[in-house]
């Protein structure tokens, strides 16, 4: 299969909101490892502000969008107590937010060839590392992200409990 990934316009919004309703869809019908909830997480306007704030990509298989990943410098509160492998500015740290494959296409390399570009684009753009939390009961993300190098910091509540999201795993690759 062949993947293309390229930073979103404003034209794939109305496609993304799609992905991510047809992946909460998804979710609900059975293990919903990432704890998300169609209508609060991911929705349409994550995928507005990333666009607008041109730090979103998407992931295309034979033309068709089959995922999207944020990359920023916006990390959440919780990251600041946590005993990261490198002490940096976040200007030189890169955060992965909304990292989603549509369910049409899990299994198929998509998260990898996202997780794959998330880090060469950094490293071309000379940043330090890449930092995301990941719902603890989140296993098939938590072994993308080892599996591709990342290394587990800690545990951290996020603040979501009142979602059933109680805790969270920081990981970090350094580059």
């Known amino acids: 299969m062949h993947i293309i990934i390229e930073k979103g316009l404003e034209s794939d919004i109305e496609e993304l909101a799609l992905l991510y309703d047809d992946l909460n869809d ?6 919903n490892y990432p704890g998300w909830r169609k209508g609060l997480y991911p929705i349409r306007e994550n995928a507005v502000e990333g666009i607008a704030n041109r730090h979103l990509y998407v992931a295309r ?7 999207s990943i944020i990359l ?4 959440v509160p919780a990251y600041h107590g ?7 500015d976040y ?27 998330a880090v060469h684009y950094s490293i071309n753009e000379h940043i330090k590392s890449i930092r995301l939390d990941v719902y603890d009961h989140n296993l098939p993300a938590i072994r993308l992200y080892e599996k ?20 969270f795993r920081l990981y970090e690759k350094l580059l």
């Open 61 to 67: 298989a034979s033309g068709k969008l089959a995922g």
């Open 26 to 31: 998804y979710l609900a019908r059975g293990e």
């Open 72 to 75: 920023n410098h916006e990390p």
């Open 91 to 117: 200007s030189e740290i890169f955060v992965i937010h909304t990292f989603a494959v549509h369910p049409a296409y899990l299994k198929q390399g998509i998260g990898s060839s996202l997780i794959e570009f």
């Open 148 to 167: 591709s190098g990342f290394t587990y910091v800690g545990t951290v509540d996020l603040g979501l409990g009142h979602y059933g999201l109680d805790y």
């Open 82 to 88: 946590a005993n990261w492998g490198i002490d940096a």
